[in-house]
């Protein structure tokens, strides 16, 4: 049983950064970080292979990398030049196919606040 705890979240201005951290319990092949608005359904922003295989939404492009440290257990989202419109709720995520869509992923977890204002 996979288990996922976010950190890192926060408020900042845009154009601002932030790193958030998930720690991992038990293993899966593929990772992922998805957000959530208040009032729109979840989104895949990110999700990265056990190999190092990335993918990104069109909208963090160029802004933010998922990457991981496999020895530590411990998936990351740098973010880079946050925009008003990044403001959500963040979650980690573990799954079994490798793509950007929530129905992948099975085990989530609670989720770390992050807020951007302009």
């Known amino acids: 049983q996979v288990q996922l705890v976010e950190s890192g979240g926060g408020s900042v201005q845009a154009g601002g950064s932030l790193r958030l951290s998930c720690a991992v319990s038990?293993?899966?092949?593929?990772m992922g970080w998805f957000r959530q608005a208040p009032g729109k359904e979840r989104e895949g922003v990110a999700t990265?292979?056990?190999?190092?295989?990335?993918l990104y939404a069109d909208s963090v492009k160029g802004r933010f990398t998922i990457s991981q440290d496999n020895a530590k257990n411990t998936l990351y989202l740098q973010m880079n030049s946050l925009k008003p419109e990044d403001t959500a709720m963040y979650y980690c995520?573990?799954?079994?196919?490798?793509?950007?869509?929530?129905?992948?992923?099975?085990?989530w977890g609670q989720g770390t606040q992050v807020t951007v204002s302009s």
């Open positions: 990265i292979a056990r190999y190092g295989s990335t």
């Open positions: 995520a573990a799954g079994r196919v490798f793509g950007l869509w929530k129905e992948y992923f099975s085990t």
């Open positions: 038990g293993f899966s092949y593929y």
